[in-house]
Structures are given as structure tokens and as C-alpha cells.
């Protein structure tokens, strides 16, 4: 079983739709979480960055972490065509190395 | 300011070839990467340097070498290319020393890499 799993998708969706993407984890010790975007043919990019459990909001996107069923989310409102990329959840525990998702493809068309 | 950089961007090996791949950051930063990228695979790290004259071993490092030639630059050598090792490279830079820090991760535009 990986560490972290994730939809490799595609998930398509309408302009405007609301978006839910998520990661399972198996270590409990893991309490530094992120999400990554990467456009094709690009290299990944930091998008949003949560420390324990919690909701943190940035614009459209909203990240959720829920330690107790290690789950973590990622939303996104009024998705844009530009948001269409793949998605990676990255997991680390302090003192160690960051664990990425295999990445979920989201593609928003207009 | 280039951020990250890599060269080459494509390169085909044969079986047996052996090549280096350049990577250098202008940000000063401590903490530099070298990550490969399969179909479903996410990102594996294969080795990373915490600060200049260190390199330590990440999840896939067999068929790898690295050198951290200075606090900028930071090379990844296959010696022997096997098909196995076709791929996209990415090397990625943190400003923190300490692994577990959550600066966050610069990555490069990636090398894509075929073994025939």
C-alpha cells in the first residue's frame, strides 16, 4: 500500500463547478501537508500549505486536513478553465522527506 | 531572477550511455532535489543535498549518482542508462537546511529523459 494515495482521474467538470479533490495517508506521523499544481509539460508549483488538521482558505481554493480519518481535501470554487492541471497532494512529518500523491488530472471545460 | 533551472530539457540515451543532468538555482537557497515523475507514480526523490557538500539518498536512488558542486548547482549522473530510468527529471530547491522544514519547494521545468 503507498503511503499516499490519490484519483489519478481525469475528473472533468463545467466552468463554474465546484471541485473536491482528495488524498488518503497511512502514517499518522505525517502533520505538514500541501498541494501542488502542475501544468502540462511544466514543473510543480506550490498552491496551498496546512500544518495539522484544519481548513485553510486562499480565493477559490480551501484546503481541509482531518487527522483522524487521515484524509486531506482540496476545493475549488467557481473552477476555471485555467485551473485544468494535475493536482498533487504532498505529506511530510517534521525531520522527514515530503511524500507526494500520484496526482489527480482535473480538467474544467468552458 | 530564473528560479530553477535545468538542462537539457529532452535527451535520448541508449542502453548502456552515460549522461549528466544540470540543475542550478539563483535563490540562495540551502536544500536542493533531485525528483523522477512516472505515469501514477507522483514524485519519487531520489536524492537530495540539505546543504552544500552533503547528499543524502531518497526513496529510488540505485542507478544514481549526485554531486553538489556548490551551494548553486546540483548534478544528477547516470552512469549506465537502463529503459528503466525513462522518465521526467525534476531537480526542486528549499531555502531551509532541515528537511522537514515546510519551505516551500522550487521546482525546475523538468528533463524528459528516454532510455531506448
Known amino acids: 500500500q503507498k503511503e499516499v494515495e490519490q484519483d489519478p482521474g481525469p475528473l472533468s467538470v463545467p466552468e463554474g463547478a465546484i471541485v473536491s479533490l482528495n488524498c488518503t495517508y497511512s502514517?499518522?506521523?505525517?502533520?505538514?501537508f500541501m498541494w501542488y499544481r502542475q501544468y502540462s509539460r511544466k514543473g510543480p508549483e506550490l498552491l496551498m500549505y496546512?500544518?495539522?488538521?484544519g481548513n485553510k482558505e486562499d480565493g477559490r481554493f480551501t484546503a481541509q486536513v482531518d487527522k483522524s480519518s487521515k484524509y486531506i481535501s482540496l476545493f475549488i470554487r467557481d473552477s476555471q478553465p485555467s485551473d485544468s492541471a494535475t493536482y498533487l497532494c504532498a505529506i511530510s512529518s517534521a525531520g522527514n522527506m515530503l511524500t507526494f500523491g500520484g496526482g489527480t488530472r482535473l480538467m474544467v471545460k468552458p | 531572477n530564473a528560479g530553477v533551472t535545468q538542462t537539457p530539457k529532452f535527451q535520448v540515451l541508449k542502453t548502456g550511455q552515460s549522461m549528466t543532468l544540470q540543475c542550478a538555482q539563483d535563490?540562495?537557497?540551502?536544500?536542493m532535489y533531485w525528483y523522477r515523475q512516472d505515469p501514477g507514480m507522483g514524485l519519487r526523490l531520489i536524492y537530495y543535498s540539505a546543504s552544500e557538500g552533503t547528499t543524502d539518498k531518497g526513496e529510488v536512488p540505485n542507478g544514481y549518482n549526485v554531486s553538489r558542486l556548490n551551494k548553486r548547482e546540483f548534478s544528477l549522473r547516470l552512469e549506465s542508462a537502463a529503459p528503466s530510468q525513462t522518465s521526467v527529471y525534476f531537480c526542486?530547491?528549499?531555502?531551509?537546511?532541515?528537511?522537514?522544514?515546510?519551505?516551500?519547494?522550487?521546482f525546475g521545468p523538468g528533463t524528459r529523459l528516454t532510455v531506448l
Open positions: 526542486a530547491s528549499r531555502g531551509g537546511i532541515y528537511v522537514g522544514d515546510t519551505d516551500t519547494q522550487y
Open positions: 535563490m540562495n537557497h540551502n536544500s
Open positions: 502514517n499518522s506521523a505525517f502533520q505538514y
Open positions: 496546512t500544518y495539522s488538521s
